[in-house]
């Protein structure tokens, strides 16, 4: 698919590739060059939050784990 690059070296990125590749506004891609070819990469963000969340798989209430961490058996 051609697209044409705008005065200032601007390109649209065609509505059926985003739609695909789920880029929307926002949206962080990486672009590389190897041989005369221009890669882009659609980089997917986790929060840091979600990435460790549910990682402990304890079986404590955080009110236990907050006791057993203060002493308080």
Same mark, same amino acid.
């Given at each position: ?12 990125? %065609? ?7 789920? @880029?929307? %506004?926002? #949206? ?9 070819? !221009?890669?882009? /990469?659609? @980089?997917? =963000?986790?929060? %840091?939050? /979600? =990435? ?6 304890? #079986?404590?209430?955080?009110?236990? !784990? ?8």
């Amino acid at each position: 698919m051609k697209v044409t690059v705008a005065e200032r070296g601007q390109v649209t990125i %065609p509505k059926k590739y985003r739609t695909e590749l789920g @880029i929307k %506004p926002g #949206s962080v891609l990486e672009m590389t060059l190897d041989h005369g070819v !221009i890669h882009v /990469e659609k @980089i997917t =963000q986790q929060d %840091p939050f /979600e =990435q460790v969340f549910g990682c402990l798989k304890k #079986s404590k209430t955080t009110d236990e !784990i907050i006791s057993e961490l203060r002493g308080k058996h």
